[in-house]
């Protein structure tokens, strides 16, 4: 099988805490819904990870946490640097990607967009909950399908 790499942004989370800082806002409603319906996806597809890099935000856990009962296999490591990281941070994560298999990384946005732009030089959209599965080729890196909850 070859290199793959999911790239996921977290669930919708809530803003119903205004004094809440960013990296501690939880999933609302709806991003509870999402999460464990991403990972049903995910599985039917076999987009399984073996590795999930995933940002310390509260947003990004608790996404994981719903997509946990697919993720028992998965080796987690959670990464503060990937919370709002850049695309040179996100790209030193990636340095610990899997050499065969398949790597998630859980993170936000701009950053899942410029991730995906910048690894295959197209622009996909990442709305939230949505997962883009990448596959590296001789050529580099292509997009192979983006899932968004709304689609599914």
Not at 10 to 29: F, G, T, W
Not at 98 to 115: A, Y
Not at 136 to 150: I, K
């Amino acid at each position: 099988m070859p290199r793959r790499l999911i790239v996921m942004r977290h669930a919708d989370s809530s803003r119903d805490y205004p004094n809440m800082s960013d990296h501690d806002r939880p999933l609302n409603a709806r991003g509870q819904r999402d999460a464990p319906r991403m990972a049903d996806a995910l599985s039917k597809r076999d987009w399984l990870p073996q590795l999930v890099l995933v940002s310390s935000a509260r947003r990004t856990l608790e996404t994981l946490e719903g997509m946990a009962p697919h993720m028992d296999e998965a080796r987690i490591d959670v990464r503060p640097e990937i919370y709002h990281a850049g695309i040179s941070t996100l790209l030193t994560q990636l340095g610990d990607m899997l050499g065969g298999g398949t790597t998630m990384i859980l993170g936000h946005n701009p950053g899942s967009e410029n991730l995906i732009n910048h690894l295959t030089g197209e622009w996909r959209e990442m709305q939230t909950a949505a997962a883009a599965l990448l596959v590296e080729t001789s050529d580099g890196w292509t997009v192979e399908e983006v899932l968004r909850p709304r689609e599914l």
